[in-house]
Every structure is written in C-alpha cells, then in structure tokens.
C-alpha cells in the first residue's frame, strides 16, 4: 500500500511544485477541477482505476489522496 502512495505523491508532485505528501491541494497546488483532471488521468492509467477529479478534490491532501488510491487498487 505504502509503494501506491508514494507513486500517487509522485504523480501529484509531477503536475506541481510543492514538498511534501501533507500539502494541500488547493492552496498549496492550486488544483482545482480545471487542471487537477491531468493528474486523475496519470493516475488512472498508473493504476488502472476509474478516478474522477471530483472525488480526488474532495480530499485534501496528496496523502489523503494516496490513501484513497491505494484502497482501490
């Protein structure tokens, strides 16, 4: 579970600039419903699931994201 989370920070970090898997993303990476969309699209073909932007923007950081991936896969 732990390698998923990572590869999912990495996707995320790779669409922005910030440090850490507890930065935010809508402050602290701008993702919003326009552009987190690219890193929805990494993330479903990195591991074949079906995420949307809309359920990706109800979580609020890039390590609540990674959690929610990894109960997926």
């Known amino acids: 579970m732990s390698e998923i989370k990572g590869k999912v920070k990495i996707i ?3 669409k922005s600039s910030a440090p850490s898997d507890t930065i935010t993303l809508g ?3 701008s993702y919003d419903a326009t552009n987190v969309q ?3 699209d990494a993330i479903n073909s990195e591991f ?3 995420v949307t ?3 990706v923007l109800k979580y609020n ?3 609540e994201v ?3 991936v990894a109960s997926l896969v």
């Open 66 to 68: 990674g959690d929610y």
């Open 38 to 40: 690219v890193a929805v």
């Open 12 to 14: 995320m970090m790779d």
């Open 27 to 29: 402050p602290d990476l």
């Open 53 to 55: 932007a809309d359920e």
């Open 48 to 50: 074949g699931t079906n």
């Open 61 to 63: 950081t890039i390590g």
